[in-house]
Structure formats: structure tokens, C-alpha cells
């Protein structure tokens, strides 16, 4: 979902040994048969100083408040823990809550590793957030009708943060919330801002697929299609738009420093801040690190994404699931939702700088004021919706396998647009082959 530390090695061998849906016999009972207290494994994937604080300040707090139900804490990372949790998944050692982010989440539910959520969430929860939200979640259950298999909680929007200075002495429109810069009026400016060895904007591209799908639904596109239950790659026209566009700026305009072209999210901050370059589109998790690192003086502004024929982005949330085999689901489930109500999901989007799901999260002032872009990043929630590629089984594969290498190359200008396309439809059919049901 985005850039993330690697942890400790230690954490890696907390991960292996903590797991596993400990507690006692007796099922879904709030305390064991032998009178001890419940006892559930929380398996989180923060990593930032802030997030991983308020995670296990609210674990804290359950605690206390829940001594017949009981939760671990294990920290775990981004960087593994898929390959982690099949291990575990298929030794039936897995924690009964997982921290994960939603494309994991399909290829899990289709091997029947993760409980469907559908008739379990309270209706608060459930109320307090949106569809477009839950749509992230939801997934055939096999049996012919839809599952949820995750609790939504965090999401993820693109947005461009820009140094200010060389913002103001170009003297562009500086796009809004409710006006965002167009793709055409984004690259006008881009141009505008390159002389006197400055360029116009950085692209990140080491890992440059979900950046790049995400943003092809600003011109409606989605990359994959289903027919007659089979689902193919698609690169047409609507996919097109923004790889070129990406290419032009780098290729054709000259207004992309090609030094970042390689670098992940994080590696071009340090070049921004020396004026380098005036745009960075980024995650808005990004913030935190400029906020954080930037020297005095530096003056920087959260931008919206820019638009095409709609301004839409695709989603992806950070979720919580029941693994199927967990022996405690219910109280896993009363967890989860004290874990993520309201003011709780308000100190996760703070820690982690991203947007919570909640409704009432939305609206908490720590979320809406202008300091540090948050106003502008809350309110790109309204433009997410479900990316299409989370209900594709074997996109990790694909995007792995295929589509990072040949973007890769494209975006360095080592093959046309042409090129890029045959190879991500060609070479991405016969991954999709492997997984159709």
C-alpha cells in the first residue's frame, strides 16, 4: 500500500512464535474452561513511531476495560507477512486478528483461510462506514453469492505535495479541493516550473503499479475485465492516458527529473527540500515524513491529485480480518470493533497519516485542519472507490511478475507504449490463467 520500514529481525521471530489463536477449549466463550481469561492474538503491521503507539495504547486500554477477553499484541511487517501467513495459515497457527491491506485479502477468503465478517460486524460499525469502503473488502464466498472478509479502517489517496516558494513564483492557479488541477493544467505546470536546473515535478517509480492503476481510473481505467466468470488484462485507451502522460512529462516535456525515476516514495525528499524539483505526487502518508524531516524554513503544501474525465482514485484499505480458524471469533470480533470505532480510527489516521473509513473519524478536528494538508487529504476520501484489481485473483503475481518490470521499463523509455501494453496483456493472461476457478 505504500514505502514500509523493514523491522527488526526480532519482530520477524515474535511474528513465528506469538501467533496462533491461543486461548482455551469451549469456542467463542468470553472466558476458557478453566475460568482463565480469553486470550487473542492481534497481529499489527504498523511501523511508524506514532501508529504503532496508538495502536497498542488502544490494546492497552481494552485490556483494562475487558479482563475475561484478553489481547496480545505482536508486531509484524509489510515486508513479509503474506509468505508469513501462509506458513502460519496452513499450520493453523495463525493470529485470530489480522492486520492486512485489502488486495491480500481475496486470494485468502478463496482458500477459506479468513472468516466471512458479513453477519458478524455490529451495525454501528457497519453504519459508520461507507460502502465504497466496504466494497474493499467483499468477495465471492464461493458458494454464489458475496463475502466481507476484513474491516476497512484506513485508505490510502494520491495527492501532490509542493514546494511552496516554487509554486508561488510560477504563478499558477493553485488547485483546490473542489478544483482540482486537470492532467492538461498539471503538466502546463510542470513545464512552467522547469528552468534554471529545476524541474517541474518527481516521479517515484521503483514500485510504480498500484501508484499508476490507482490513478488510471481519473480516465476510467481499469486494467482488467471479466467475461463469462474469466477475468483478462486490459490496455486500451482509458489505461493508456495516464502511462502517457507520466512518459510525456519525463520523455517529451522534460519536466520529470529523471533522477528519481528509480527511487522509491520516500528516496526524492531530499532533493525536494533543496528545490530540486517542485512537485512530488505522492502518497498522503508522505506527509508525515516531510513534516517531520524538512528544514526550517522549508515551506511545502499538501495539492489534490490532479483530474481527467473524473477525479476518482482507486482504493485500497488497511483491514482487520478473523483467520477461519480462529477459536474465539466473537470475541475477536468485540475487539475489532472497540479497536476501530470512532475516536480510535481518528488516532490511527493521525499516527499512520492516512484517512480513516469512519464517518465519525472524518470529522474530527485532528483530521480536518490545515496544518499539515490534512483538509485537503480528508477530503479526497470522496473521490475513492474500489480498485478494480482487488477483486482479481493472482494480480499479486501480476503485478510482481509482469506489470512492475514492464512499467519499469517504459517509464525509463526503454520500450513504447505499444510494447508495454502486448507485454501487460500477453504475459499477464497466462499469470491470470493459473488462478481462474
Not at 506458513?87 to 492486520?99: L, N, Y
Not at 520500450?415 to 507485454?423: E, F, N
Request: charged share 20%; with cysteine.
Amino acid at each position: 500500500m505504500r514505502i514500509r520500514s523493514a523491522l527488526a529481525a526480532a519482530a520477524i521471530v515474535a511474528l513465528a512464535g506469538a501467533c496462533g489463536s491461543g486461548g482455551g477449549d469451549g469456542g467463542s466463550s468470553s472466558s476458557s474452561s478453566s475460568g482463565e481469561p480469553v486470550k487473542i492474538n492481534f497481529l499489527s503491521l504498523a511501523w511508524q513511531k506514532e501508529s504503532v503507539a496508538a495502536n497498542k495504547q488502544i490494546v492497552d486500554e481494552w485490556n483494562k476495560a475487558n479482563p475475561n477477553i484478553q489481547v496480545t499484541y505482536v508486531q509484524g511487517s509489510w515486508d513479509n507477512v503474506n509468505d508469513q501467513l501462509v506458513t502460519q495459515f496452513a499450520g493453523g497457527t495463525a493470529p485470530d486478528v489480522i492486520h492486512n491491506d485489502s488486495p491480500a485479502l481475496s486470494g485468502f477468503a478463496a482458500d477459506g483461510y479468513l472468516l466471512d465478517l458479513k453477519d458478524k460486524v455490529p451495525a454501528e460499525l457497519k453504519s459508520d462506514i461507507p460502502q465504497s469502503a466496504w466494497d474493499t473488502v467483499t468477495f465471492d464466498d464461493g458458494k454464489g453469492g458475496q463475502g466481507v472478509y476484513g474491516v476497512p479502517f484506513l485508505q490510502e489517496s494520491q495527492v501532490i505535495i509542493a514546494n511552496k516558494k516554487l509554486l508561488d513564483a510560477a504563478k499558477v492557479r493553485v488547485p483546490t479541493a473542489d478544483n482540482p488541477w486537470t492532467w492538461d493544467e498539471f503538466s502546463a505546470a510542470a513545464k512552467k516550473m522547469t528552468k534554471d536546473g529545476t524541474f517541474g515535478v518527481a516521479w517515484a517509480m521503483k514500485s510504480p503499479v498500484n501508484k499508476t492503476l490507482n490513478l488510471a481510473l481519473n480516465f476510467g481505467g481499469t486494467f482488467f475485465q471479466t467475461a463469462d466468470g474469466k477475468t483478462t488484462v486490459k490496455v486500451g485507451p482509458e489505461e493508456r492516458e495516464v502511462l502517457q502522460r507520466i512518459h510525456d512529462q519525463l520523455h517529451k516535456d522534460k519536466s520529470a527529473d529523471p533522477a528519481a525515476l528509480g527511487q522509491g516514495t520516500a528516496d526524492p525528499l531530499p532533493a525536494f527540500y533543496k528545490g530540486k524539483f517542485a512537485l512530488l505526487p505522492a502518497g498522503v502518508f508522505l506527509r508525515q515524513q516531510v513534516a517531520e524531516q524538512a528544514p526550517d524554513g522549508f515551506e511545502w503544501v499538501t495539492l489534490p491529485g490532479p483530474k481527467g474525465t473524473t477525479a476518482q482514485q482507486g482504493a485500497v484499505s488497511q483491514t482487520l480480518s478473523i483467520a477461519q480458524d480462529s477459536k474465539h471469533p466473537e470475541e475477536a470480533m468485540k475487539f475489532m470493533a472497540f479497536f476501530l470505532n470512532g475516536p480510535n480510527q481518528a488516532k490511527l489516521a493521525k499516527g499512520d497519516w492516512l484517512l480513516p473509513t469512519s464517518q465519525a473519524a472524518a470529522s474530527d478536528p485532528a483530521i480536518t485542519t490545515e496544518e499539515n494538508g490534512w483538509d485537503v487529504a480528508t477530503a479526497s476520501v470522496k473521490n475513492l472507490v474500489v480498485a478494480p484489481f482487488l477483486k482479481v485473483n493472482g494480480f499479486d503475481e501480476w503485478k510482481s511478475k509482469v506489470a512492475t518490470p514492464v512499467l519499469q521499463e517504459y517509464f525509463a523509455g526503454k520500450i513504447t507504449l505499444d510494447d508495454a501494453a502486448k507485454r501487460l496483456v500477453d504475459e499477464g493472461n497466462k499469470v491470470l490463467e493459473r488462478y481462474q476457478r
